[in-house]
């Protein structure tokens, strides 16, 4: 079998002990020590994992259809949870500590982190069921199946709720901020907003002609906004339904869309290499808006993000193989264009700052009001694969190709580079307390690096694969 990165990667609750999975084992790092304080052999290619609230166990999901209870420290498999007759694609843990779990089988089981036992099977599904996402009051898990339906199964009464409506696959999601609806956009041309408490449908939003690609959501719900393979964006009333306005203007699929946090401006970016910029509530009918030719950003190569500064006056695009574009949201003009590769972005905390990492190896950051370079930090030899800004804006930590994590002074403006891997660093992240930072490489090793003495007091190994992603308490799956 050919070498594969890490099917999971976690932090438990703590921030004690690193979590990692990687073909059939899962091994288990004490941060502190640096040392792997346990591995299990989990028999099987490990598919997903889960951790409990307080980080004690962790429940691992196969390809042999198992799911085994694990005590963090001591090693000990504490439970073998057998019943599932295909893989099992996701593991959620109830605020309760009942263990839910997905598979190909297309059932869902309610398992007990104190019996051996399925409490409960839920069956109904005609296919694979490839995700899991629990209510917020954690009394309902709501499931997601290659059959094109999504099921709400109430863990005690053991009822279910066939959310109905949709014909193809779903595409897209997005949540609303009321922390109860989740808006879903089809291969059906459809979109539909659910109610995650009452299990419900609350409306289907029908005017697209072609599959739905890209959902936003505005910061007060007031609106809804989708992006389909029609070319078209429309915007929705999430309570009525009806389509308020449709914008008109991009000539191919698009890609991204954004709004910004005052609710007034839309921006996308489509497959036709342009970005636009609409206004939101310029119009108080229903109808067509075609967007002026001074409303749309060039690019030549289709931009691959965008992004808008905190305080809702600028607008950012980035295109692979053209440049950095620039726009003033009020006046809907790109004021400037930054030529070059642009490999990464990130928004410093100050509203009008970003920060860009080149393809040649340079971080550079710009201010947003004065339209100039601000700093350039010959950070590195190869591309920048990826870069976070501390949280004061102090200092900036990059990886990249060139085998360093960088780590770039804002204030003294200078840079050094931390030299310990063996290949391509591809993420970094900044531990909670921002004296140190996290890296994982292609060299198939996660370091520790301490900022203040520049030096590696950690390096985590176990992986048969490249370490492409890295989040602290986020579990990621591939």
Known sequence: MADKGPSCLALTPDDNYVIGSATSSVGVWDIDSGEAVQRFNNEGMVTCLATSADGVRVVTGGDDG???????????????LRGHEGPINAIVISPNDDIITGSNDSTVRVWSLTAEECQAVFEGHA????????????????????????????????????????????????????GRRVVSGSKDQSLKIWDLVTLQCCVTLKGHTNLIWRVAVASDDSFVVSASKDDKLKIWNPVTGDCQLTLIGHSSWISCVSITTDCKTIISGSNDKNVKLWNATGNEHAGNISTPSDHILHHTSHPSCVAITTDGRWGISASKNDSLKLWDIASVKCVKSIPGSIAFIAAMHRSTQVVTGSHSGDITIW???????????????????????SKGDSFIVSASSDKTVGLCQVHGGHAQRLTGHSDAVLCVSLMNGEDHAISGSKDKTVRLWNLQTMSCERTFEGHTGGVAAWHQRVTIQS
Do not use: Y
């Open 127 to 178: 296919s694979s069921v490839l995700c899991l996402v629990l209510t917020p009051d954690g009394e309902s898990v709501v499931s997601g199946s290659e059959d094109k339906t999504v099921k709400a199964w109430h863990l005690k009464t053991k009822n279910c709720a066939t959310l109905k409506g949709h014909t193809g696959l779903i595409k897209c999601f997005a949540a609303m901020n009321d």
């Open 66 to 80: 198992i799911a085994r209870v694990w005590h963090t420290l001591t090693g000990t498999k504490e439970k073998t």
């Open 367 to 389: 201010n947003c009001d004065s339209l100039e370079m601000q700093q350039t930090f010959k950070a590195h030899q190869g591309s920048v694969m990826s870069l976070q800004v």
